[in-house]
């Protein structure tokens, strides 16, 4: 299956936008009430506080392809502390435990920590990529 080969690169930074920005809503729904949920309006010095920080500021720069091999790497461990520290508690598997978006971030972040932003990012248009 060959037929997508030659789009790699732009698949890659569709994937860096859209999980830069679903990661990004976890930010603004905290400090932003954006849209508003049960995480909104979290004490800043708070663990959630400090992850929403984290969610905010990686989750822009993975969106537009700005740092993205440390802000993604930043995002992956933050999503693998939230794994091990609110879920696995809970119960071994991610699906009981309600983890699944947490492991599924921590390795799609993980990949681009590596892949780097794709064609289509900040990053590129400055050389870095």
Do not use: W
Request: glycine share 12%.
């Amino acid at each position: 299956m060959n037929f997508l080969s030659g789009h790699t690169s732009s698949l890659l930074s569709a994937l860096r936008l859209m999980s830069g920005l679903l990661f990004l809503q976890h930010g603004t729904t905290k400090y932003l009430s954006l849209p508003p949920s049960d995480f909104s309006g979290v004490a800043p010095l708070s663990l959630p506080g400090i992850a929403g920080m984290i969610e905010l500021a990686t989750g822009l720069l993975i969106a537009v392809g700005l740092f993205t091999r440390p802000a993604a790497f930043l995002a992956s461990g933050t999503m693998a502390a939230a794994y091990f520290l609110a879920h696995a508690p809970q119960n071994f598997y991610p699906i009981l435990n309600g983890g699944e978006l947490a492991v599924l971030y921590c390795f799609v972040f993980l990949y681009l920590a590596a892949a780097g932003g794709g064609r289509f990012s900040v990053d590129a248009l400055l050389g870095r990529a």
